[in-house]
């Protein structure tokens, strides 16, 4: 499989969660339903992003940072998982995503 197939494949995939997802402005019990939901398509997802990582070509002068996006992608599903485990009551500071998964070979 080409490369930019595997990066257009994990966007697809990433975006069609992002998107696609019911509303989660419905009822507690249906809103973490729909978000226990989300963080198994993540979790998918991940194991996904694993196999790509493996069978990437590492021969390149640019790379895809799967490590960016793995941890990214974990972020999200913390967030989902304490956001269902918990009462909402406090605000939290949430920190920012990566959005950079380009890196070149050899370093950064």
């Given at each position: 499989m080409?490369?930019?197939?595997k990066c257009?494949k994990?966007s697809l995939?990433?975006s069609a969660?992002?998107?696609?997802v019911s509303?989660v ?6 809103e973490?339903?729909?978000l226990?939901?989300?963080?198994a ?11 790509y990582?493996?069978?990437?070509l590492?021969?390149?002068?640019y790379l ?13 599903r913390?967030g989902i998982?304490?956001?269902?485990n918990k009462?909402l009551s ?8 990566s959005?950079q998964y380009t890196?070149?070979?050899g370093?950064?």
């Amino acid at each position: 499989m080409v490369p930019v197939m595997k990066c257009t494949k994990i966007s697809l995939l990433f975006s069609a969660i992002v998107f696609c997802v019911s509303p989660v402005w419905a009822d507690s019990d249906s809103e973490r339903a729909n978000l226990a939901n989300l963080v198994a398509e993540l979790d998918s997802l991940s194991n996904t992003l694993t196999i790509y990582q493996i069978n990437s070509l590492q021969d390149r002068r640019y790379l895809f940072d799967y490590d960016a996006l793995s941890q990214d992608l974990q972020a999200m599903r913390s967030g989902i998982v304490e956001y269902i485990n918990k009462d909402l009551s406090m605000a939290r500071e949430i920190p920012p995503l990566s959005g950079q998964y380009t890196k070149q070979r050899g370093g950064e």
